[in-house]
């Protein structure tokens, strides 16, 4: 028996969100995003009844699961709430523990501590999910589970090496990640869809992003060698440098902790490594074995 997984990662950050309404009347508030995104979730759920689904929102301060919510986990799965409207109970138990905990998020945190969103720790929550779900699969089940960004703000390189180590374990554990961009192109997002197999689409219209979800990220990712998908797009493979945070083609890289700055540095900055300028007295014992083995 086969079905999905599909982990939604997304982009809660109030102060991304706060601009957007304020700038333009067209784009959308968070709340129908999340709309957009629960009709997603309810038509993935729709497309085989034993897929699973996982939502978690990545906000400025905290990373948090929307579904499964914490209740969710001492419940029973199904059946915990009364069904209202006739309303199918999953999609009613999902929507509703969505929006609950949604709101409870952005109630818990009034202030915001820095603007960047924790992409790097929710992604990393979703693997842990992904493997959580795996290791609890009976025998014979076969779950495809694949991470999926719905990504607002601008990226922050400071999450450069968090991100580029979760996105080395998605790839070892064959999971893709997709992302959809509703702003602007996201440099880490293009490298975590390029070496994991998975879609990057930087959706040109806010209000048809269920249009998007729905065309480019509902189809199991085996079928998508059968469909006309967006055309890849040419993947900016620049790293960030960690002293200033601005993308480099050519820089120094620490022998010790990978990592990347544009400046020299005798000591550096991550792992406090010193680096010793004089290479002399390694070369003078070399020269001194070669000069010593045809004597002897
Ligand atoms: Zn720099
Ligand atoms: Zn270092």
Known sequence: MECSLVVVVVDVNPVWWGLQNGANDKGLTLFECMD??????????????????AVIASHTNESRFL???READVKADDGGREVRDGKYEHFANINDTVQEEIRKLI??????????????????????????????????????????????????ASQYMNLMNVIFTAQKQSIPIDACILEKDSGLLQQACDITNGVYLQIPQINGLLQYLLWVFLPDPSLRETLVLPPSIHVDYRAACFCHRTLIDIGYVCSVCLSIFCTYSPICSTCHTAFKLKTAPVLRAKKKKKTSLPAT
């Not at 945190?109 to 959580?132: E, F, I, K, W």
């Not at 290791?135 to 991470?147: E, H, P, T």
């Open 67 to 69: 579904y499964p919510g």
């Open 36 to 53: 957009h995104v629960l009709a997603f979730i309810n038509s993935h759920i729709m497309m085989n009844q034993n897929n699973k689904v």
């Open 107 to 156: 109630v818990e945190n009034p202030t915001v501590g820095h603007t960047d969103t924790l992409l790097a720790g929710s992604l990393a929550m979703g693997l842990c999910y992904v493997h959580r779900v795996q290791k609890a699969c009976q025998a014979g089940q076969k779950i495809n589970s694949r991470l999926l960004v719905i990504k607002a703000a601008d990226d922050n």
